[in-house]
């Protein structure tokens, strides 16, 4: 019963900034955590960035530690992904996915819904 929709995905150089989002609608009291993976291509979805709805830590992947900062607002069911110092192999579809039990942060099969994606491009 929860949709989730992605935007703020583009086209960006090397250094670049993005911030994307992660609308969810539908009955978002349920969910306990959202993530962030991506996926390019020829490659297995990888985790990006994790964080509960209410108090928790916030968990990265090694690879965007530093770069990445994962943010939500509670009032408007929004999870944020704020992507600086973007680097080529950044280049993905970024796909946002929520969690409804204190399972693995980082595991796909963990996660019950996802939307549709959206593409950042980083060229060099």
């Known amino acids: 019963q929860v949709q989730l929709v992605e935007s703020g995905g583009g086209l960006v150089q090397a250094g670049g900034s993005l911030r994307l989002s992660c609308a969810a609608s539908g009955r978002t009291f349920s969910s306990y955590r959202m993530a962030w993976f991506r996926q390019a291509p020829g490659k297995e979805r990888e985790f990006v960035a994790a964080?509960?709805?209410?108090?928790?830590?916030?968990y990265y992947a090694d690879s965007v530690k530093g770069r990445f900062t994962i943010s939500r607002d509670n009032g408007k069911n929004t999870v944020y992904l704020q992507m600086n110092s973007l680097k080529p192999e950044d280049t993905a579809v970024y796909y946002c996915a929520e969690q409804l039990y204190s399972g693995s942060y980082n595991d796909p099969i963990h996660f019950a819904s996802w939307g549709q994606g959206t593409q950042v491009t980083v060229s060099s």
């Open positions: 964080l509960s709805w209410s108090v928790g830590s916030a």
